[in-house]
């Protein structure tokens, strides 16, 4: 169930141990018709930039090249081999890894003391030194320190933390202590120290693929860049590898996802790692883009290849010659799923879209009869009204007389001005079309409303007999002798019984999409105790 976040940060201030412990008050206890094997869940849908991971994997499996995970994280000392003189350039974009460092935890008699008030009884304090010395030198690790003292001094683990927190203040103070490690910021990284392991004890030449995660310490998020992104990238290493392996490698690649045609031409950046004169951006042509304002032309520049130098290879001991072509995973998936912002893209959830039919189902009734009895009585007043729709007022009708809630009671719909018994709009129905919520009447002007879109079968007088009945109940329930209940113009859902699920609103709104329900609808039921 909902719970209120600021409530629970307050408890885990004062007491985390009893907050945690008592967590489960969240949980709901479902009704036996909602339980497993009865509950299931739909089809979901894939992320942009992981449906196009998968398609990429199977363009390079379908032209030959074999799968590897490339090193994640690695010693700046392979960017200073590859790079050579720009390598400090490229170290300013890199993530440096930093660790926490062990501290020297010393145990006193006061702290002695103040452990044995928590845990209440006495423990063993040789021990629990041992369990700290153990962990300074690393032979425990972090995420276990805690369940070992707990072990030391017989206690459950909370208290343990407990024991931690108030106690040992030096693990409140670490601070992070940086390494030589990076993230990697280019696969071309991982590449050299993959195929150093592979050169000469692997038959040429040597196809690989990888994608996978790079990491750039840029300024600032922005339409374009990210801090991390994902790189699509391939090697082949033989005696004989060209350019043209990477224009071959490009185009079988790229034909996998509708581009037709191709153009090459030489990169001005000129990396270090490449041989001067074969770093190469692709640019290719899609008849999808011919519709975006960006690239009216068709043509966008979608990868880039290039040779190894032997500068840099002879690094890591590798004698052969080595294509290089990759691209940013993102980039292609913005051109195929029509994003001209890749942090939408990545962090938003356009691409989680419902259909008419998932939005239908997401419009409720707020209000229903309390008891079996009542959805019959709402059952009457519906065919009251619709027998005597035209009727002139003041006129009622008689919709149900019997018992209800041990009374004898009539319940009757009526109107009392000089006005037809059921206004305008009282047939309307809530059917959804390409996003948008309407409330129209069934008839040939709505018809394509109705052919293209998806009819929840709710009527604005449907929900109004059911709420007008849920009333009815409370009313007689309260000891009430007579009653009625009205409704007026609609202005929206909530005017005629109905809500959306929580979410559904910012949905619609996020996409442009609306909900018009209005109309005057003018429908009254009453009754009185017999």
Not at 26 to 48: I, M, Q, T
Not at 120 to 129: C, I, M
Not at 506 to 530: A, C, E, H, Q, T
């Amino acid at each position: 169930m909902k719970f209120n976040a600021e409530e629970w940060l307050e408890k885990a201030r004062k007491d985390f141990e009893s907050a945690w412990l008592n967590s489960e008050v969240v949980l709901s206890e479902r009704p036996l018709g909602e339980r497993y094997p009865l509950r299931g869940y739909e089809e979901g849908r894939a992320h942009p930039v992981f449906d196009t991971i998968q398609k990429l994997r199977e363009a390079y499996l379908r032209i030959g090249f074999s799968e590897v995970i490339n090193p994640l994280i690695v010693e700046e000392v392979h960017v200073r081999k590859q790079f050579s003189k720009e390598a400090l350039a490229v170290l300013d974009r890199c993530y440096y890894l930093a660790g926490l460092p062990r501290p020297n935890v010393g145990i006193s008699e006061e702290r002695i003391r103040k452990i044995e008030e928590i845990i209440e009884k006495n423990f063993d304090p040789d021990e629990l030194r041992k369990i700290l010395h153990i962990y300074k030198k690393g032979k425990i690790d972090g995420d276990d320190l805690s369940a070992e003292i707990a072990r030391v001094l017989g206690v459950e683990d909370q208290i343990a933390l407990k024991v931690i927190d108030e106690v040992f203040p030096e693990f409140k103070t670490l601070m992070p202590e940086p390494t030589t490690l990076t993230l990697r910021s280019h696969m071309t990284t991982g590449w050299f120290i993959t195929l150093s392991k592979l050169s000469g004890k692997y038959p040429l030449p040597v196809k690989l693929f990888s994608i996978d995660r790079c990491f750039r310490r840029e300024q600032s998020e922005d339409p374009t860049r990210l801090y991390t992104y994902f790189s699509a990238s391939c090697v082949i290493m033989a005696e004989d590898v060209s350019v043209d392996d990477g224009k071959a490698v490009a185009e079988a690649l790229l034909r996998h996802f509708g581009f037709e045609k191709f153009r090459f031409r030489k990169d001005d950046k000129r990396s270090k790692y490449y041989i001067p004169g074969t770093q190469t951006e692709v640019f290719a042509y899609h008849p999808h883009l011919e519709n975006n304002r960006k690239y009216a032309d068709g043509w966008i520049e979608i990868a880039t290849f290039g040779i190894y130098s032997p500068t840099a290879l002879a690094e890591y001991g590798i004698e052969y010659p080595v294509m290089n072509l990759g691209l940013g995973v993102e980039r292609l998936a913005m051109v195929l799923h029509d994003y001209s912002d890749v942090r939408e893209m990545v962090y938003g959830f356009r691409h989680i879209e419902l259909s008419d039919l998932d939005i239908a189902r997401k419009i409720k009734l707020k209000d229903v009869p309390l008891t079996p009895k009542g959805i019959e009585i709402a059952g009457r007043v519906i065919q009251a009204f619709e027998e005597n729709a035209a009727a002139q007022g003041p006129c009622e009708f008689t919709a149900y007389r019997g018992r209800l809630f041990e009374k004898d009671v009539e319940i009757f719909v009526f109107e009392r001005e000089n006005a037809k018994l059921c206004g305008p709009a009282y047939a309307n129905e809530i059917v959804v079309h390409d996003g948008n919520i309407y409330g129209v009447p069934k008839n040939e002007k709505f018809r394509e409303l109705f052919d293209e879109g998806v009819s929840t079968g709710i009527r604005y007088l449907d929900s109004f007999a059911y709420c007008a009945v849920r009333r009815i109940e409370e009313m007689i329930a309260e000891g009430r002798e007579d009653g009625e209940v009205r409704s007026r113009v609609v202005e929206n859902l909530s005017d005629i019984n109905l809500k959306l699920e929580e979410g559904l609103m910012n949905y619609l709104i996020s996409r442009g999409k609306s909900v018009d329900v209005r109309g005057p609808l003018f429908l009254s039921v009453g009754f009185r105790l017999l």
